[in-house]
């Protein structure tokens, strides 16, 4: 990034308008957005064969199964934590490239962060209800939404939140306003697809596990896409 002395002829107002203008140019010069959005794409693109391989299914031969995503609950807190040290080193080589500096260490901090809401939050539903019966559906929505919240996808947009405050970028926010309403309201994380699907009940709860996390991850690539394109044009 270069800048250029201009004077202001002593006017107060042009130099507060020049010294906003300076530094609105400095954010945009920071701003890592698509290196961001491409290292979490990634990272749950590569989750899907530890959640197909790692998950225990129990299919009863009325119908009904039983499953718990092992392979996930082992994957996704080590894949977080490295994911946002990329992350953050991208952030502070391009800062260092331009001469500027990065604020991504809240960035960083609340990604390291809510990779631990996830484990503490599985570990207190099983203690939870190794204790109290499980509750009979119809389960509330709100249970639903919460429960999307704290997985790793939910966790995904509360870090991105954060990346919005620091980067002051009103592109960013709407793109995680639709992932987030994507994520907690439209893709159905926790149930399987139907037999009708395909294969065998087992082979549709993986699918239905599967799917929504392939659909995340396209999106997050795609924002990715967006903006490094965006970013090209405006240099």
């Given amino acids: 990034m270069t800048t250029d002395s201009v004077s202001a002829d002593g006017d107060p107002r042009r130099l507060l308008a020049e010294v906003r203008a300076l530094a609105h140019r400095v954010r945009v010069d920071q701003r890592m957005t698509w290196a961001a959005l491409l290292v979490l794409g990634a990272t749950t693109l590569l989750a899907i064969p530890f959640d197909w391989f790692g998950m225990w299914v129990n299919c009863l031969p009325e119908g009904g ?4 995503r092992r392979g996930m609950l082992y994957y996704w807190p080590a894949a977080m934590v490295l994911a946002y040290a990329i992350i953050a080193l991208c952030y502070l080589r391009a800062a260092r490239a331009r001469g500027l500096g990065a604020r991504v260490l809240p960035y960083a901090i609340t990604g390291a962060v809510t990779t631990v809401v996830f484990p503490a939050a599985w570990l207190a539903v099983f203690l939870y209800f190794r204790s109290h019966p499980y509750p009979n559906p119809p389960l509330p929505y709100w249970y639903f939404v919460l429960d999307r919240l704290v997985m790793p996808w939910g966790m995904i947009g509360v870090a991105l939140l954060v990346l919005v405050w620091l980067e002051r970028n009103v592109g960013l926010l709407l793109f995680t306003a639709g992932y987030l309403a994507l994520v907690l ?51």
């Fill in 65 to 68: 199964c039983q499953f718990a």
């Fill in 185 to 235: 309201l439209v893709l159905p994380m926790n149930d399987g697809f139907p037999p009708r699907f395909g294969g065998s009940l087992e082979f549709g709860m993986r699918a239905g596990m599967a799917v929504p996390q392939l659909i995340v991850g396209i999106v997050l690539l795609l924002g990715a896409a967006g903006f490094a394109r965006a970013r090209r044009r405006h240099r």
